[in-house]
């Protein structure tokens, strides 16, 4: 696997004006692909954005959630710039990448069984993807913001101990992601 291979998959990649921070997400990315079977298998349009808190049929996977957070998370950006100028300063190259990479953790967390049943890999047992995600971006060299952003974006599982959203882009890539799937489980909710 490429970079270009995962620009193909995430264009947005290409919203990074910073080219060595742009690789570094690709190579999150590389690496978490590599880790695990679903490109290889081809089965990576399979893999969710949730076990438990949507519907097995909703038709969002990590790519798409990933693309549309990403893109919003720049939405935002540029709706907020008068804002930002007012209250304080959000560094638009980090709220990009820390979209771009928050949940390539789930790749980790996440595989098919041999009947194609998605469920907890042995590594999401011990390792939810916030602190699988946030291992592979401090291990490719984001900077720690964008190693913060992944580690907090997870409304009940960033690890005990890490701080709340506390820096701007953490707090909208939070409400962001947040919001992509709230409005997912509006159409798609658990099977009781």
Not at 23 to 29: I, N, P
Not at 31 to 42: F, H, N, P, V
Not at 155 to 161: A, D, I, Q, R
């Amino acid at each position: 696997m490429t970079r270009e291979d995962v620009y193909a998959l995430i264009p947005e990649h290409e919203l990074l004006e910073n080219v060595a921070l742009k690789e570094k997400c690709a190579d999150v990315w590389i690496d978490a692909l590599e880790q695990t079977d679903w490109y290889r298998s081809g089965t990576l349009a399979l893999c969710p954005i949730a076990l438990k808190n949507l519907s097995h049929d909703c038709p969002e996977n990590i790519i798409s959630h990933t693309r549309i957070v990403t893109r919003l998370c720049k939405a935002m950006y540029e709706h907020m710039s008068d804002y930002f100028a007012k209250i304080g300063p959000c560094h638009r190259e980090y709220l990009i990448a820390g979209a771009i990479v928050h949940d390539a953790g789930k790749l980790l967390e996440y595989s098919l069984d041999k009947t194609g049943e998605v469920g907890f890999s042995p590594t999401g047992r011990l390792f939810r993807h916030p602190c699988s995600g946030a291992y592979l971006a401090k291990v490719h060299g984001l900077p720690d913001e964008v190693v913060f952003m992944v580690l907090s974006h997870s409304n009940g599982l960033s690890p005990e101990g890490a701080k709340a959203p506390n820096i701007p882009e953490s707090v909208i890539l939070k409400h962001v992601d947040m919001m992509v799937f709230d409005y997912a489980k509006v159409f798609f909710p658990p099977l009781l």
